[in-house]
C-alpha cells in the first residue's frame, strides 16, 4: 500500500506541476498573435526557426539527465553527501557542454552567410540554453519539490509574457523577443540555485574526472535517445516539404498541434509519478509493479474518454483552431487522433524502463524507430501523400508502446 504522505506528496506534485501546464498554455495564447502581427511573418519565422536551432543545443546540455538524474536524486536524497556529488557532477558536465554548444552554434553561424546575417538574434537565443543548464529542473523533480519547478518557471515566463506587451511594440523590436526570453531563464537560473543553496543546504564540489566520466556514461544512452527521437520527428516535416509543399506541411502541422495540446495534459502527471517510482522499484519492487498497472490502466481511461471527446467536437475543434472548417486537416487529425493512446504511455514506459536501467534498451528501441522511419515515410508520402506519412507515424508509435511493453514485462518474468 502507498502510504498516506506519499500520496499527499504525489497529489501536491501533481497540482503544481498541473498548474505549470495551464500557465503554458495561456501565456503563448496571449504572445502568439500579438507577435505575429507587429512582427509580421518574415520576422516570426526567423525567431520561430532560431528557437528550433537553439532546441537541438538545449538536448545537447541536458544529455539526458532529466531522467537519470531525477531518478539518481530520488534514490540516494537521502544521503547528503551523495546529493552533492551527483548535484556538483551533474552541473559541471553540463557547463562543460554549454561551453561547447556555444562554440558550435557560433561556428555554424558565421560558417552560412543566410545565418551570419541575423547573428545576433542566434547568440541572443542561446541565453535559453545557459538558462535551461543553470535551472536544474532534475534536482527539484529527484527531491519531489515540484513547486520550486511551478514557481520559477511561471516568474520566467510572466517576466518575458509582461516585457514582450511593453516593449516589443513594431517590426525593428523583434530581436527583443530571444533577448527577454533569455534573460528571464538565466535570472531563473540564478535564483534556482541560490534556493539549493539556501534551503537544502547542497553547495557545489568540485569531482574528479573519474566521477564526471561516470555520470557521462550514465547518461549517454538516453542522450541518444533524445537525439534519435529529434531527428525522426524533425525529419518527418523536412521529409513532408520536399515531397509536397509547405501548404500540405500547415495543414499536418495544425493537426498535430491540437494532438500535442491535448496529450500535454498527461505531462504533470508523468513528471509527478516518476521520482516516487524511482524511489519505489528501489525498495518495493512488487508494490512498483502493482502501481505501474494501476496507473495504466488509469491513463488508458482518460485517453479514451479523450479520444471520444476529440472525435465527437472534430468540427469545432477544427474551427477554433483554424479558423473555418477544413477536410484536409480533418482527414490528417481523425488519423493522429490515435496517438492519444500512444502518447502518454511512451513516456511512461520509457521511464519506467530508465527506473529499472534499461536506458541502453532505450536507446536501441528509438535508434530502430528511426532507421524505420526514415525508410517508411518518404514511401508512405510517395504512394498516399500526407496521409500515408501520418498512418506511418502513427503505427510506429504503436510499435514503440508494444516494444516498451515487451521489455518491461518480459524482464519482470525473468
Known sequence: MIERSDKKRLLSNFFSLASLQGVNYILPLLTFPYLVRVLGIEYFGLLAFATAL??????????????????????????????????????????????FSFLLLASIVFTFDKLA??????????????????????????????????????????????????FVQEKSDFYLVPLFTSLGFVLVGFWSLWIIHNHFNVQFRMQSSERLKHY??????????????????????????????????????????????V?????????????FMAKLYQNKKIEFMLFLKKVSFVYLGISSFLFLIM????????????????????EIYYILLFLIFTTPFSTLYGQVMV????????????????????ILVPLGIMFWNTIGMVIVVVALQYFIIWRYFVEIYRRESL
Not at 548535484?87 to 553540463?94: E, G, L, N, R
Not at 532534475?138 to 516568474?155: A, H, P
Not at 475543434?317 to 477536410?327: A, Q
Not at 527506473?355 to 524507430?369: A, E, F, G, H, P
Open 311 to 330: 472525435y465527437i467536437f472534430t468540427e469545432e475543434i477544427i474551427i477554433f483552431v483554424n479558423g473555418s472548417m477544413c477536410n484536409e486537416i480533418e
Open 355 to 374: 527506473t529499472k536501467l534499461q536506458s541502453k534498451k532505450i536507446s536501441q528501441i528509438v535508434r530502430d524507430i528511426m532507421i524505420l522511419n526514415i
Open 216 to 261: 557521462l556514461v550514465d547518461g549517454w544512452d538516453l542522450f541518444k535517445a533524445q537525439m534519435f527521437v529529434n531527428l525522426y520527428r524533425a525529419t518527418n516535416v523536412l521529409l513532408l516539404g520536399i515531397l509536397t509543399n509547405t501548404t500540405t506541411v500547415g495543414y499536418y502541422s495544425i493537426a498535430e498541434r491540437i494532438i500535442n495540446v
Open 54 to 99: 537553439i532546441s537541438y543545443f538545449n538536448i545537447i546540455t541536458d544529455y539526458g539527465f532529466n531522467l537519470t538524474a531525477t531518478r539518481e536524486i530520488s534514490i540516494h536524497r537521502e544521503n547528503k553527501e551523495k546529493v552533492i556529488e551527483i548535484f556538483s557532477a551533474v552541473m559541471s558536465i553540463k557547463m562543460i557542454l554549454m561551453i
Open 117 to 166: 546575417k541575423d547573428w545576433e538574434v542566434y547568440l541572443i537565443s542561446f541565453g535559453l540554453v545557459i538558462g535551461q543548464a543553470l535551472f536544474p529542473v532534475w534536482f527539484f523533480q529527484g527531491m519531489e519539490k515540484m513547486k520550486y519547478i511551478t514557481y520559477l518557471n511561471i516568474v520566467a515566463k510572466s517576466i518575458f509574457t509582461v516585457a514582450i506587451f511593453v
Open 263 to 275: 496529450v500535454g495534459l498527461f505531462i504533470p502527471a508523468n513528471q509527478a509519478i516518476y521520482p
